[in-house]
Every structure is written in C-alpha cells, then in structure tokens.
C-alpha cells in the first residue's frame, strides 16, 4: 500500500502562486508515473501535469507556461509549482501515483480557490 499526502492547498488571489507538495510512502518500490489531476465544481477530473519514470512530462492545455510538476526522488515527493493562478484553476487538487507493478493510489485531495 502507498500512502498519499498533499500539502500547500489553500486561499490566493488571481496571479498569484502555490506549490502543492505531495508526499509517498509505504511499499513504494518503483514508480511508472505520477501526476497532479484536478475537480472544479460540476465538472469531470481533470489531467492537469504527469511525470513519467523517465521525466517525461505532459500538461493540460489550459496550465501550459504557467504549472510546473517536478520530483525529488530521494523524499519521494512529487510537487506542482502553479504560477499567475487565475479563478478558473480553483478545484480540488489530487496527487495519483502509479507504481510500477500497475497499482494506482490517490491522495486525498487539497483544496486550491483563486479569489479576490
């Protein structure tokens, strides 16, 4: 079992930013993939940024230029940089890892609103 925790959510006005960090633990022996995925209000999850084993790195369309999803391998710590946040990235923020064997985990997520 992999535990999930994130961390850094909260309240920031339209152009700001936020780091999310999101934390593993437990049996982690490999990691396939890891990303950052997103929920607004009345809408589906969204993909916002993965990271693959090899660094590889895919955003959403609407995040380009202004998230950044990075890792530190040694904390096995992913985490998203978000930058001149605008209302329309407020959602619930959700780390997901999959493990190398195909397993996937999701933290809990954490609560991101861009308001003034």
């Known amino acids: 079992q992999v535990q999930l925790v994130e961390s850094g959510g909260g309240l920031v006005q339209p152009g700001g930013s936020l780091r999310l960090s999101c934390a593993a633990s437990?049996?982690?022996?490999?990691?396939?993939?890891m990303g950052w995925y997103r929920q607004a209000p009345g809408k589906e999850r969204e993909l916002v940024a993965t990271m693959s084993s090899g660094g590889s790195t895919n955003y959403a369309d609407s995040v380009k230029g202004r998230f950044t999803i990075s890792r530190d391998n040694a904390k096995n710590t992913v985490y998203l940089q978000m930058n001149s946040l605008k209302p329309e990235d407020t959602a619930v923020y959700y780390c997901?890892?999959?493990?190398?064997?195909?397993?996937?985990?999701w933290g809990q997520g954490t609560q991101v609103t861009v308001s003034s």
């Open positions: 997901y890892v999959v493990r190398g064997d195909g397993l996937g985990y």
């Open positions: 437990g049996s982690i022996f490999s990691i396939y993939a």
